[in-house]
């Protein structure tokens, strides 16, 4: 079974502008959750999606979106960049998703740089 | 919300046992999670307690107390490979129905031979 994808892996943006990433489940995961990691902050959860709706969403300003499609397929936006939004950003999969203890996997992160 | 503290560091030797300690203050409870990230990937699951006691999985185990806000990671038998960063996190509910995890600063432990 194939792993979470994430797309791209490397992404260099200037302040201002907007991005938008892309993470593949794993084949049969209904929920996706996005988190952001830092060297300040650590890892931060930012929402998480479950049958194309959103059903949390972590403590992150409007300019953080996302969506997901009806083939599971999340993406997130981040509008109007900040030097601060320089981080490794993840997705993790799962079943159940954050209602359940079951494990989530994670991909391996698209990796942004504002300059 | 949650405030959760874990040691920044640890080091230890080959073959011995290390326990890495996580403290925890919630207003609310569901789960606490352990993930092991080595550097430059992506966490990997460890294990999840919801319940008090002790889950082992192995060489690693995992230990809960609700009342005291309070679980620890136990590694034996390290390997080199164990070098790498700890996570802990602790999930409380949202507003949609779910839950949102929260994580600590990560321990990062070194096994020097």
């Known amino acids: 079974k194939a792993g979470v994808t994430q797309t791209p892996r490397y992404l260099i943006k200037t302040r201002g502008q907007q991005v938008t990433l892309s993470c593949s489940p794993i084949?049969?995961?209904?929920?996706v959750s996005w988190y952001q990691q830092t060297p300040g902050q650590g890892l931060q959860f930012l929402f998480e999606?479950?049958?194309?709706?959103?059903?949390n969403k972590g403590n992150f300003p409007g300019r953080f979106s996302g969506r997901q499609f009806s083939n599971s397929r999340s993406e997130m936006n981040v509008s109007t960049l900040e030097l601060g939004d320089s981080a490794l950003y993840l997705c993790?999969?799962?079943?159940?998703?954050?209602?359940?203890?079951?494990?989530?996997?994670f991909g391996p992160g698209t990796r942004l740089l504002v300059l | 919300g949650q405030n959760i503290d874990q040691p920044t560091e640890m080091t230890a030797t080959e073959g011995a046992i290390v326990q890495i300690n996580c403290t925890y203050q919630?207003?609310?409870?569901?789960?606490l999670f352990w993930y092991q990230q080595h550097a430059g990937e992506a966490p990997t699951f460890l294990s999840y307690?919801?319940?008090?006691g002790l889950e082992e999985k192995g060489r690693f185990s995992s230990f809960l107390s609700r009342s005291k806000g309070y679980s620890y990671l136990l590694l034996k038998e390290l390997q080199m490979k164990d070098s790498a960063s700890y996570l802990c996190?602790?999930?409380?509910?949202?507003?949609?129905?779910?839950?949102?995890?929260?994580f600590g600063r990560g321990t990062s432990l070194i096994v020097h031979p």
């Open positions: 307690n919801v319940l008090d």
């Open positions: 919630t207003s609310g409870f569901n789960g």
């Open positions: 999606y479950f049958s194309e709706t959103q059903r």
């Open positions: 084949s049969g995961h209904r929920s």
């Open positions: 993790a999969s799962s079943s159940r998703g954050q209602t359940s203890g079951e494990t989530q996997y």
């Open positions: 996190a602790v999930r409380d509910p949202g507003s949609g129905g779910s839950y949102i995890p929260t």
